[in-house]
């Protein structure tokens, strides 16, 4: 029977939906939403999701997703110039509840669990869950060795802590990022009272391809949660908590 030229395209967040459904399967990066690689599904119909070859074909899926945007390379820290020493890095965009979240749900799996399992376990959207991943990796808490979150010793000491003690390690790995000394410094420089306009302005200079609003939430989000300082939202200004 010959086939229908026009193509039908199915969005999907499940692996094995779209192995189930499609003849070939292109993965997109996460943001921006770029075409990374395109999939051939050769098993014959219907196919049996239990199947070794169809196993076989989600695994490899999964490698593919969580290769780029989760790597597991070690990567040495180069030597920075003067001006080099001023990067910082964009944050991921969410909330410190996301993370905290994040954190006790795989508390309850053991320390360890599969990308995949928390976000069908969680009901979260896949890349939502691997963008609260990245943030909890960058605050040291897991680790991602292959497609797997691991509570690392920090991330186990964390969970377990009171909420005093788990604001106080939180406070601790804010200040390890770049881009909260800055606000600290600024803020030191302002004689402990900083404008939002002129942190954006710095936002926007530091992180030019980022968006300054939503980082400056994400830095009053997680500076607020940390007791790092406060956010006076009717005046526009961070001070000291």
């Given at each position: 029977?010959e086939?229908?030229?026009a193509?039908?395209?199915m969005?999907?967040?499940?692996i094995?939906?779209?192995?189930?459904?499609?003849?070939r399967?292109?993965?997109?990066?996460?943001s921006?939403?770029?075409?990374r690689t395109?999939v051939e599904v050769s098993?014959?119909?219907p196919?049996?999701?239990?199947?070794?070859e169809?196993m076989?074909?989600v695994?490899h899926?999964h490698d593919?997703i969580t290769s780029?945007?989760?790597?597991d390379?070690?990567?040495?820290?180069?030597?920075?110039?003067?001006?080099?020493?001023?990067?910082v890095?964009?944050?991921p965009m969410v909330?410190?509840?996301?993370?905290?979240?994040?954190?006790?749900?795989?508390?309850?799996?053991?320390?360890?669990?599969?990308l995949?399992?928390?976000a069908s376990?969680?009901h979260?959207?896949f890349?939502r869950?691997?963008t609260?991943?990245?943030?909890?990796?960058?605050l040291?808490l897991?680790d991602?060795p292959?497609r797997s979150?691991?509570?690392t010793?920090l991330?186990?000491r964390?969970?377990n802590?009171?909420m005093d003690?788990?604001k106080?390690?939180?406070?601790?790995?804010?200040?390890e990022l770049?881009?909260?000394?800055v606000?600290?410094?600024?803020l030191?420089l302002?004689e402990?009272?900083?404008?939002?306009?002129?942190?954006?302005q710095?936002?926007?200079t530091?992180?030019p391809m980022?968006?300054?609003e939503?980082?400056?939430e994400?830095?009053?989000?997680?500076?607020?949660?940390?007791?790092?300082f406060?956010?006076?939202?009717?005046?526009g200004v961070?001070t000291?908590e």
């Open positions: 029977k086939r229908n030229p193509a039908i395209v969005v999907s967040q499940s094995r939906e779209a192995l189930l459904m499609a003849d399967v292109a993965v997109l990066s996460g921006p939403g770029t075409l395109i098993l014959p119909r196919r049996d999701s239990r199947s070794a169809f076989k074909l695994d899926l593919i780029a945007e989760l790597p390379v070690q990567v040495t820290a180069p030597v920075l110039s003067a001006s080099q020493e001023d990067l890095e964009p944050l909330q410190s509840a996301d993370i905290l979240g994040l954190l006790e749900f795989v508390e309850t799996q053991g320390g360890t669990s599969d995949f399992h928390v376990h969680t979260v959207p890349e869950v691997l609260t991943v990245k943030a909890a990796e960058m040291d897991v991602t292959k979150v691991l509570l010793p991330g186990k964390f969970v802590a009171n003690d788990r106080d390690l939180w406070r601790a790995q804010l200040l770049r881009l909260f000394r606000v600290q410094e600024m030191h302002e402990g009272e900083l404008s939002k306009e002129a942190l954006l710095e936002i926007s530091r992180l980022e968006d300054p939503a980082t400056f994400t830095i009053v989000a997680w500076g607020r949660f940390g007791e790092l406060a956010y006076r939202e009717e005046q961070l000291p």
